[in-house]
């Protein structure tokens, strides 16, 4: 099952959600490496970095990952 886990998961997975220095609410996906889940984090609008997706279906063409609950 790990190694499963490791194909699927991005290879920005092991990074933070990140806010960036603006002040917009924009809900935001990352994925997160503990859960192997995509979570929503809100994101301010600019500086995104990778392990930032809009859409589910950015999610699953990313890697076929899942939303976490």
């Not at 997975?13 to 996906?29: F, I, T």
């Not at 500086?47 to 859409?55: G, S, V």
Request: positive net charge.
């Amino acid at each position: 099952a790990r190694a499963i886990l490791a194909v699927l998961q991005p290879h920005f997975g092991l990074e933070p959600p990140y806010r960036g220095p603006c002040k917009s609410v924009n809900v935001r996906y990352f994925f997160n490496a503990s859960s192997t889940f995509w979570e929503p984090f809100v994101y301010g609008g600019c500086d995104a970095k990778e392990n930032n997706l809009l859409r589910a279906a950015d999610l699953r063409r990313t890697c076929g990952g899942s939303l976490g609950h």
